[in-house]
Nanobody, 124 residues
Framework: QVQLVESGGGLVQAGGSLRLSCAAS????????MGWFRQAPGKEREFVGG????????YYADSVKGRFTISRDNAKNTVYLQMNSLKPEDTAVYYC?????????????????WGQGTHVTVSS
């Protein structure tokens, strides 16, 4: 059983930056694909980005590409989401997730474990 705890959310002005962290415990972190998803009020949960376990290659949603960066530190069992040039439309609850799979990094149903979420609010 893997436990995931996100941190780093908060209130930021448009154009600002935040770094989210997700600390994992209870599993072999380096084996897991890690993903970030978000859910805005009244909207469905959507993929933000994901990072592979084997080679740390990262993938991003088009809406955040060039602004957000995912990284992982396997020694610290932590995955990060660096968010720059934030926009009001980035306001959401951000969740990290973990899964053991080879394909489908964009799909939330592929992930077995989820954190409780951290709120990000971007003011205009």
């Amino acid at each position: 059983q893997v436990q995931l705890v996100e941190s780093g959310g908060g209130l930021v002005q448009a154009g600002g930056s935040l770094r989210l962290s997700c600390a994992a415990s209870g599993g072999t972190f380096s084996s897991y694909v890690m993903g970030w998803f978000r859910q805005a009020p009244g909207k469905e949960r959507e993929f933000v980005g994901g990072i592979r376990s084997s080679n740390s290659v990262a993938y991003y949603a088009d809406s955040v590409k060039g602004r957000f960066t995912i990284s992982r530190d396997n020694a610290k069992n932590t995955v990060y989401l660096q968010m720059n040039s934030l926009k009001p439309e980035d306001t959401a609850v951000y969740y990290c997730a973990a899964g053991l799979f080879r394909t489908g990094i964009f799909s939330d149903y592929k992930y077995d474990y989820w954190g409780q979420g951290t709120h990000v609010t971007v003011s205009s």
